[in-house]
């Protein structure tokens, strides 16, 4: 790269070229996650969208084609939540490489009562976390394959106010389910930056990065019929609130840029530029709580006694 292209800006509607590149995004078949697929779409790179409903890929997918010509848009069934599927999912990539994955996919409860995934982990901390803790493992070699390798994570506004409980981290003694997503969002950001700290230590090729979206409401979104309809009436009323925050195309962009832009290093946060809220991306600082080694090795050694996985997770 020239170095007057490393002093251009980045330009959220001029992404550079990622032609020959594969991509897979979790949950790429609404929300944010379509809204990234859609945007690396136009790079000319491969996505897969990992989605638990094959008939919600297909919709997302044609919707990306219609507005992507040309795009090359694929489909891997894929529940995050469902851990003893996860290799075998994998395998039904057929890559040899990949060049990055996001993990996007995520649950957020509003109400009691606690849930848990089929494996017998608390919803959100076992979809948002540990779901895609063990996915890692599954595709490290695919990662490792690539030239520079990527995992980007996507946290969460939400986990800045969150301390970790390690003692019950799946919210068996106290759950409250804002506070038990908030958490769940701070162990998927605490496992990026931990992730990155043991690459480094092993000298890997691959980087890890953590990105999150803002504040990003369906209200303030573009359709994209069927994936997401916004009547006139709704975008009205969310006018106010788009002071704030941003629609879901726009809370991509952090995520679309920690995947793409070739001056991002492994350990780097970034988000939008107003209040951490909404705007272009931008790298900001980590919170010293978020880069906790201590904290991330407990959660880390937990992590991997729950999903049976690797302590290395496949990077040695
Ligand atoms: N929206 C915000 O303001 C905001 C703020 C901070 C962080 N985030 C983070 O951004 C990410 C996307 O949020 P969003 O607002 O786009 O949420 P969303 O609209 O609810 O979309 C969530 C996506 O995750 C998928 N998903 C959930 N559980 C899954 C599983 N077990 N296996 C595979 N896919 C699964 C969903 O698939 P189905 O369609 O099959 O349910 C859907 O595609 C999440 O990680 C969230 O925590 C969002």
């Known amino acids: 790269m020239s ?22 995004v979790t949950g790429g078949n609404a929300g944010i996650g379509y809204f990234i697929a859609e945007q690396l779409a136009s790079t000319g790179a491969v996505v897969v969208l990992g989605s638990r ?3 919600k890929a297909d919709a997302a ?11 090359h848009v694929r489909h891997l069934q894929l529940d995050v939540a469902d851990l003893s599927s996860q290799k075998t999912a994998v395998e039904g990539l057929g890559l040899d490489h990949l060049d990055a994955v996001v993990h996007n996919a995520g649950v957020a409860l509003d109400n009691p009562p606690r849930r848990e995934t089929k494996d017998g982990h608390e919803l959100m901390f076992g979809t948002n976390h540990l779901g895609h803790f063990a996915l890692t493992q599954w595709l490290a070699p695919l990662l490792l394959a690539a030239p520079a390798g990527r995992i ?32 769940s969002k701070l162990a998927q950001m605490c496992f990026g930056f931990e992730l990155d700290r ?3 230590a092993v000298g890997s090729t691959v980087r890890s990065v953590v990105a999150h979206p803002g504040g990003a409401l369906d209200s303030l979104t573009p359709s994209r019929p069927p994936v997401c309809v916004t ?18 195309d726009a809370g991509a962009w952090p995520v679309v840029r920690a995947v ?16 951490g809220l909404r705007g272009t ?31 290395h997770l496949g990077f040695r």
């Not at 170095?3 to 897979?24: D, G, I, Q, T, Y």
């Not at 009547?231 to 879901?248: D, F, H, I, S, Y």
Request: glycine letters at 8%; charged letters at 25%; a positive charge.
């Open 3 to 24: 170095s007057a292209s490393r002093c251009r800006p980045w330009n959220v509607h001029r992404l550079p070229s990622a032609e020959a590149k594969v991509f897979l």
């Open 53 to 55: 409903d094959a008939a």
């Open 61 to 71: 997918m044609t919707s990306i084609r219609s507005r992507v010509p040309g795009a």
């Open 152 to 183: 980007v994570t996507v946290g969460s506004f939400a986990a800045r106010s969150e301390r970790l409980d390690l003692r019950d981290l799946q919210s068996t003694q106290d759950y409250r389910p804002k506070r038990t997503y908030g958490r």
């Open 198 to 200: 043991r690459l480094r």
């Open 231 to 248: 009547t006139p009436g709704e975008r009205l009323r969310a006018l106010p609130a788009g002071l704030l925050v941003q629609g879901k």
């Open 260 to 275: 793409l832009d070739p001056e991002v290093r492994g350990g780097q946060l970034y988000g939008p530029r107003f209040f």
């Open 281 to 311: 991306p931008r790298r900001e600082p980590v919170p010293p709580h978020m880069a906790d080694p201590a904290v991330a090795a407990d959660l880390w050694s937990t992590s991997g006694e729950l999903t049976d996985t690797d302590a």
